[in-house]
Nanobody
Framework: QVQLVESGGGLVQAGGSLRLSCVISGGDIRTYGMGWFRQILGKEREFVASLDSSGQDTTYTDSVKGRFTISKDNAKSTVYLQMTSLKPEDTAVYFC?????????????????WGQGTQVTVSS
């Protein structure tokens, strides 16, 4: 059974940085497209970033382009989301997800496995 566990969330001031990590177990990270999503309480979950199985192709939602970077370390079975220049509107619960599609892009419906989420709060 594939499991995803996120970490790295917390409270940060606007303009600051955080790095989220997601460890995958029960599956080979090299065979999954990986993604990050976020959800604000009372709103629908939204796509943030994704990475294809090769680790070469990335996709970002417009609001985070130039500020967030998705990457992975196959040896550590870990995918990262480096977040810089954080804004209060980035406050949300961030979820890691894995897809059996090698290039999931921003298609949330192709992600098969989800983590429990980690809270990110950006104060103004």
């Amino acid at each position: 059974q594939v499991q995803l566990v996120e970490s790295g969330g917390g409270l940060v001031q606007a303009g600051g940085s955080l790095r989220l990590s997601c460890v995958i177990s029960g599956g080979d990270i090299r065979t999954y497209g990986m993604g990050w999503f976020r959800q604000i309480l009372g709103k629908e979950r939204e796509f943030v970033a994704s990475l294809d199985s090769s680790g070469q192709d990335t996709t970002y939602t417009d609001s985070v382009k130039g500020r967030f970077t998705i990457s992975k370390d196959n040896a550590k079975s870990t995918v990262y989301l480096q977040m810089t220049s954080l804004k209060p509107e980035d406050t949300a619960v961030y979820f890691c997800a894995a897809s059996r599609w090698l290039q999931p892009k921003d298609r949330s419906n192709v992600f098969d496995y989800w983590g429990q989420g980690t809270q990110v709060t950006v104060s103004s």
